[in-house]
């Protein structure tokens, strides 16, 4: 970069050289807390750029890029929320399917979860948590199982909801839920290894949670080579691997 400076009526050129921009910042859906922390650490580890994540519920995060936050990628946990930010003019890339989410019902109490969904009518139950279906994906998908399960309308009036998915988790394991519909690549996380018992949930019973990620306008105009980089790096070899790894069936 060229400056002039004029002093006394001498003229005087300075060259300055602009770091290179060494982190990007990416909006990541709740569900993917713990993978991304291993997608960022590869990333970093080969890339040399460093990959802040900022996590929320999908439906919060678009609401915070509408309203102006720096973001570079969006890593969302459906297709929907993605393509509404590229919808109001945010992306600029159209939304594309990394993985796909699983439910896990999830508990810390002595249940029987061989049952399947049909253990949350049981009488010892009380409270069960479940994402808020206004702001996550996760939260409308149990919703959906619930009821084609046949449970729905009976244990309706018991729902906790979380602000996002983690949350869900924080609740199942503080016990302040009784038990839990959250994400399977939570559960399977390290950080809940030995805590509680879970089973996955039949996919049949909820329609697949397909979860996208786009390239943003901020990251476009303002880090658009890393920008790139990490987005292609989400579909190469070494992510499929880390995702499958966290429970997440692949596109």
Do not use: C
Not at 45 to 50: M, R
Not at 119 to 124: M, Y
Not at 170 to 177: G, N, W
Not at 206 to 211: A, C, D, L, M, V
């Amino acid at each position: 970069m060229l400056k002039i400076f004029i002093y006394a009526g001498m003229v005087t050129v300075f060259y300055f050289y602009q770091a290179a921009y060494s982190q990007i910042t990416v909006a990541t859906a709740a569900n993917m807390k713990f993978a991304m922390e291993e997608l960022r650490a590869d990333f970093s580890s080969t890339k040399g750029t460093a990959v802040k994540a900022v996590y929320g519920s999908s439906g919060k995060l678009v609401t915070q890029i509408k309203n102006g936050a720096p973001f570079d990628l969006f890593v969302s946990a459906d297709v929907g929320y993605a393509d509404s930010a590229v919808k109001w003019g945010y992306g600029a890339s159209k939304p594309k399917i990394y993985a796909y989410g699983k439910l896990a019902l999830w508990t810390m109490k002595n249940l029987d979860l061989t049952k399947g969904l049909g253990v949350l009518t049981d009488s010892g139950i009380g409270k069960i948590a479940i994402g808020d279906p206004k702001v996550t994906v996760y939260g409308p998908a149990s919703i959906e199982a619930m009821k084609k399960a046949g449970v729905y309308d009976k244990v309706k009036a018991q729902f906790v909801f979380a602000d996002n998915i983690a949350q869900v988790a924080e609740y199942i394991v503080t016990q302040s839920a009784d038990i839990g519909l959250t994400a399977l690549s939570i559960a399977m996380s390290e950080p809940m290894h030995g805590k509680g018992t879970w089973v996955i949930v039949d996919s049949s019973l909820y329609s697949p949670i397909g979860q996208a990620a786009i390239i943003l306008k901020y990251g476009d105009d303002n880090n658009p080579g890393i920008s790139k980089t990490f987005y292609e790096y989400l579909y190469s070899e070494n992510a499929r691997a880390i995702l499958k790894r966290f429970g997440y069936s692949l596109p």
